[in-house]
């Protein structure tokens, strides 16, 4: 199973005018963030939401079926556990140190481009975490249509600390949502894979505005995943992200 699993969200406004023939220049990257972040977060909670817990009912185009739990804990620690009939995959990053369990090949250590994927995956989903926590510069490249959907498209540049490729971001103009991601993602170890994420269903949860349903493709291989729970703030020790 694929680990690419984006929950932040953005939102953009149109600022297209008619008649008099009069046209206004479209928003900033900057505005669209700033918009996205009331959206997504009308009641401001994500700030102090430190630990995070979200569980989703995970099924690929083979009939595969699992079980994704991830778990996150500011400022950069995050876990992620795939459970299927053959066992627990586990992948963990401390904030120093990227580990996974593979109950059929055991524990390795991750290293090099593939952890530094898990070190920006550690901020970037994590709910606290702000548009400036984790790119650079952001620039806004025209529109186009996702998901049946009129859409600004966006490019964020990661900050330096994170060495990974940009993100293009696709935002609903009329939903002010986040529609779809893509990214070049270092998921296994010396090979890249261009991984498309689009975000659907989305619902009012304890005040956040939450995608339910995420699907995720990499070349022939398309996951779909039911969000099932979310626990916001629960105690969760420094160990559970540790290499044991």
């Known amino acids: 199973m694929k680990r690419s699993?984006?929950?932040?969200s953005?939102?953009?406004?149109?600022?297209?005018?008619?008649?008099?023939?009069?046209?206004f220049a479209p928003p900033s990257a900057e505005a669209i963030f700033e918009k996205m972040e009331k959206?997504?977060?009308?009641?401001?909670?994500?700030?102090?939401?430190?630990t995070s817990v979200f569980t989703y009912n995970a099924e690929s185009n083979n009939k595969e079926k699992s079980e994704l739990?991830?778990?996150i804990?500011?400022?950069?620690?995050?876990?992620?556990?795939?459970?299927n009939a053959e066992g627990t995959d586990v992948i963990g990053y401390d904030g120093k140190t990227g580990w996974e369990y593979d109950p059929r090949c055991g524990m390795r250590t991750i290293a090099g481009k593939e952890l530094e994927e898990l070190k920006f995956q550690a901020v970037y989903l994590?709910?606290?975490?702000?548009?400036?926590?984790?790119?650079?510069?952001?620039?806004l490249n025209g529109s186009e249509m996702v998901d049946g959907e009129d859409c600004w498209k966006l490019t964020g540049y990661p900050l330096a600390d994170f060495k990974v490729q940009p993100v293009i971001i696709f935002i609903s103009k009329e939903?002010?949502?986040l529609v779809k991601t893509i990214e070049q993602q270092n998921n296994i170890p010396d090979s890249a894979e261009t991984v498309v994420?689009?975000?659907?269903?989305?619902?009012?949860?304890?005040?956040?505005m939450m995608p339910y349903t995420i699907v995720t493709e990499s070349g022939d291989l398309v996951i779909t995943s039911e969000l099932t729970s979310v626990k916001w703030n629960p105690l969760l020790r420094n160990r559970l992200f540790a290499k044991p």
């Open 5 to 8: 699993l984006v929950l932040i």
């Open 197 to 208: 994420t689009l975000f659907r269903n989305y619902k009012l949860l304890d005040g956040v």
């Open 175 to 177: 939903r002010s949502l």
């Open 69 to 71: 739990v991830v778990s």
């Open 126 to 139: 994590a709910p606290d975490s702000r548009i400036k926590d984790i790119f650079a510069k952001t620039m």
């Open 10 to 23: 953005i939102a953009a406004v149109a600022l297209w005018a008619t008649g008099c023939q009069t046209i």
């Open 73 to 83: 804990k500011s400022p950069s620690q995050i876990r992620f556990e795939f459970k």
């Open 39 to 50: 959206a997504t977060d009308p009641g401001h909670k994500l700030p102090s939401m430190k």
